[in-house]
Structure formats: C-alpha cells, structure tokens
C-alpha cells in the first residue's frame, strides 16, 4: 500500500473508532498523517509527493503498531512521539505533563506587550503551573531581559521541563522551582505572573475522553468548580506582584464563575480565535486595593 492508501485508511479508523482530537491536532487527517510521517522517520515538511511512497512490510508494521497504540491503546499523539509544538517551538513531553495546548500562545506578545509600561524592562516573570515548562521558554524567548520561575508541584514535571528548558538553551535566565503555588518560593516581587493552572471542574474531569484522562490528573483537576487553584493563585499573587505588574490567568470554561467572583478586580479578557475568549489579565493596583479592603 502506499502512505496516501494508509493515510485514509487511518482518517477512516480515527472516525470508526472514535478518537477525541484537540491534544495536537484538531484534525483526524493532520494528527494521522504526523504519525506516519513519524513512525517513517521521515521529515514533518515532506511534500505530496510522499504520499506515492510505496511502503515495505517493515514499514507498513510500523506504521500499523502506531495507529494501534492511538486509536485502539488510546495513547495521545504527543506520548507516543514524545513532542509537541507551541509557538513554533519543539517540546518534549511524556505523560508527566500535560500536552502543550495554551491559548496564551495566541496572545503573547501582541495583546500582552500594551499593558506594561517598557516591555523591554521586564525583569522578573513567573510562570506558576509551568508543566512542560512550554509557557516560561515563550515567555523567556520574549522577554530578553527577564529571569523566569517556572513553578510546578509535580517533580516529575519539572523533569520535563528541565529537558525543556536546556533544548531551548535557557539555563542561564529559567529557575524551576518545586512548590504548591507561591508556597516554597523565596521571596520575591515579579512584574509579570502567568498561569495556565488546571481549572477543569473535577465531575468533568471524570467524563473526558481516554485520551485526555492520560494527561496527568493533577494537570487538569481544578476542584469541585474548577477554581481551587485560580483562587489561591489571586490571593497570593497580591503579594508577589509589583507595583505596575501584571497577572495572567487561562481560566478556560470557567470565566463566568471568575466574573461572579472576581468581578470587582476589572479582568480585562483577550481576545483568542475561538471566541472562548477565556484568559484574563489583572493589574497589580486592583489586587492591592482588594488586598486593603480585607485588611479594613
Ligand atoms: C494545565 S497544566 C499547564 C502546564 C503548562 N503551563 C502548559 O500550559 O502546558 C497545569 C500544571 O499545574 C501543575 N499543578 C497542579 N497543582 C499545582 C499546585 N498546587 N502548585 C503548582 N503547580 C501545580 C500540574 O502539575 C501541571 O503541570
């Protein structure tokens, strides 16, 4: 058979069998065609012209013990490979951490870069609930002059990220730091936080398809209404902003229960693609007059 010949084959079998998208691709055709590119060894940018490639036995179990393990073992894409993309960039990931997928990769740098005074003068950026360590290498890459705290409670996230961190040579400006949010971290004041924390209500957790329930249960369980985390990420961060800083939050389906409860802070929500429109930014001034008022 030829690639393009198991190529739909492998479409067909993604809709038979039923195979949730949305980890690294949302569309059957593209997340098969990346495997078998990749069970092949051959390059991602290969042209149509590969699609002719007449496969050997070897190749056609390779390419047959891979969509195996996808569409009937359910392993996602990215463990199977052990990569994803964000941004453009190349990341390892292994099912320690949650496949890159952050809407934050649309909005930095354009919509984010307006709200600080020199985008060029950020020195110190936290990125809380780093997992792959994906968001502090973006934030790092953009910020030139910033030292970057990628923060995890998950040590063998932090090993991922710490693979991560020298693939993109970034030793010398990303410290990973092992603590439940703000806890272990040594005192300091940051100019920009950033958090992509798990916020999915845990009955939804419960009711994902297989293939996201492999992603670390730790990485998407946000407690009864999806907002533990979120709301220990806003007290804290009162203290560990600076004047004139900023804090950033995905908050993904849960922007209405946010708005109910942190309305009074003015989030201003950026714009993404989907129309979800599900991340928002909270100045340092707002959190600090919440702060006086619970102390009044
Ligand atoms: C949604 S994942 C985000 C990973 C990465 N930032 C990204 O965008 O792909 C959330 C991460 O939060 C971490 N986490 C969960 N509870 C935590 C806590 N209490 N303190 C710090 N990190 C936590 C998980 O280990 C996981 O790596």
């Known amino acids: 058979m030829t690639l393009g010949g198991f190529l739909r084959r492998a479409e067909r079998m993604y809709g038979e069998k039923g195979a949730a998208l949305g980890q690294i691709a949302t569309e059957a055709r593209d997340e098969a065609l990346y495997l078998i590119l990749f069970s092949l060894g051959l390059p991602l940018d290969s042209d149509a012209a590969v699609l002719q490639r007449r496969l050997t036995a070897a190749e056609s179990g390779a390419v047959e013990g891979v969509l195996r393990r996808r569409l009937v073992d359910r392993v996602p894409a990215a463990y199977i490979t052990?990569?994803?993309?964000?941004?453009?960039?190349?990341?390892?990931?292994d099912e320690r951490v949650l496949i890159p997928r952050s809407y934050f990769v649309e909005i930095l740098p354009g919509q984010v870069d307006p709200w600080l005074g020199r985008p060029g003068r950020v020195a110190s950026v936290a990125d809380v609930c780093t997992g792959s360590g994906c968001l502090?290498?973006?934030?790092?890459?953009?910020f030139r002059a910033a030292r970057v705290d990628g923060i995890d409670l998950s040590a063998g996230a932090l090993e991922v990220a710490a693979a991560n961190v020298r693939?993109?040579?970034?030793?010398g400006r990303i410290r990973l730091l092992e603590s439940d949010l703000f806890a272990s971290v040594p005192a300091r004041r940051y100019d920009v936080i950033l958090s992509?924390?798990?916020?999915?209500?845990?009955?939804?957790?419960?009711?994902?398809p297989e293939e996201f329930r492999r992603e670390p249960r730790m990485a998407l369980d946000g407690g009864p209404d999806g907002l533990d985390l979120i709301r220990r990420l806003v007290r804290q961060s009162a203290a560990r902003l600076k004047p004139g800083g900023i804090l950033m939050i995905e908050v993904g389906g849960g922007r209405a229960a946010f708005e109910a409860e942190f309305g009074h802070l003015e989030p201003h929500w950026f714009h993404t693609q989907d129309g979800s429109?599900?991340?928002c930014l909270v100045q340092a001034a707002r959190l600090a007059g919440r702060q006086a008022r619970a102390r009044s």
Do not use: I, Q
């Open 167 to 171: 693939r993109h040579r970034l030793s």
């Open 136 to 142: 502090a290498v973006l934030l790092a890459r953009h």
């Open 196 to 208: 992509n924390p798990p916020y999915e209500p845990s009955a939804h957790v419960d009711a994902l």
């Open 82 to 93: 052990g990569e994803a993309w964000l941004g453009g960039l190349r990341f390892k990931v």
């Open 277 to 279: 429109d599900c991340v």
